[in-house]
């Protein structure tokens, strides 16, 4: 079992930056891929980026490729999303989530997921 707790959310305004942190609780957290999703009001939940169970590897999506960075740090079972540049049509709650397979795009292939931070990017 994983407990995922997020932190870090806000308002702030467009073209500002925000650090979201992900602290998982348990032995195995460089088991588990990770994966930051978010989901706008009246849509679905939307792939943001994702990291390997090492870190080596690191995905994003198309949205936020080049302002976002995900990374962890295995020794303080935490992942972050560092968000610069952010725009209005970043508004959301984010989660985060963990999964025992390959680091996906698609919200079923996580088993564990956080409570969610609300980040609000006013123009």
């Known amino acids: 079992q994983v407990q995922l707790v997020e932190s870090g959310g806000g308002l702030v305004q467009a073209g500002g930056s925000l650090r979201l942190s992900c602290a998982a609780s348990g032995r195995t957290f460089s088991s588990y891929g990770m994966g930051w999703f978010r989901q706008a009001p009246g849509k679905e939940r939307e792939f943001v980026a994702g990291i390997t169970r090492s870190g080596s590897n690191t995905y994003y999506a198309d949205s936020v490729k080049g302002r976002f960075t995900i990374s962890r740090d295995n020794a303080k079972n935490t992942v972050y999303l560092q968000m610069n540049s952010l725009k209005p049509e970043d508004t959301a709650v984010y989660y985060c989530?963990?999964?025992?397979?390959?680091?996906?795009?698609?919200?079923?292939?996580?088993?564990?997921w956080g409570q969610g931070t609300q980040v609000t990017v006013s123009s």
């Open positions: 989530a963990a999964t025992r397979r390959s680091v996906t795009t698609t919200t079923y292939q996580y088993d564990y």
